[in-house]
């Protein structure tokens, strides 16, 4: 499925069974703005960032909780921005876009259109009621 306003030139995935987890690396490129499209680029680097989101978090429940970093893979100088492990849910366009201006309001230096590389660390939450324990007695004079 080809992908408007990114590229994604590498996918690596981890199993962290024990602690029922998966982390998925992605290595991306945000493309600039194609012809015709409305040319505000913060409007554009938005969709963009969101479009990725969408990509990397389709798998997840609501339930699971997600962490995030992101990095240039051309300047490995640079600091990794990083969203806190929140529920997926809790991952909105706004609270990206907050992450995004705190990093371009400090002195670090970013560079959308370099190569990036997302790692998104997701926990499977357990949902349900769980069994029921029968501390030693036989299952079966539980319900007589």
Known sequence: MPHPRFTI??????????????GTQL???????????DSNPTSHFLASVSD?????????????MVGITISSEVNVN???????????????????WSVFGKVAQSNARFKALDKLVMTVHLVKMLTGH???????????TWFI
């Open 78 to 96: 640079d600091k990794a921005i990083w969203l806190s492990f929140r529920r997926k849910d809790q991952i909105t366009p706004d609270v990206i």
């Open 52 to 64: 990725l989101f969408e990509y990397a978090l389709q798998n997840c429940e609501d339930s699971d």
């Open 130 to 140: 769980g069994r029921i324990a029968t501390k030693g007695r036989p299952l079966k």
């Open 27 to 37: 290595t991306v490129r945000l493309l600039p703005p194609s012809e015709g499209e």
């Open 9 to 22: 030139d590498g996918q690596i995935n981890i199993q962290y069974k024990r602690f029922n987890a998966v």
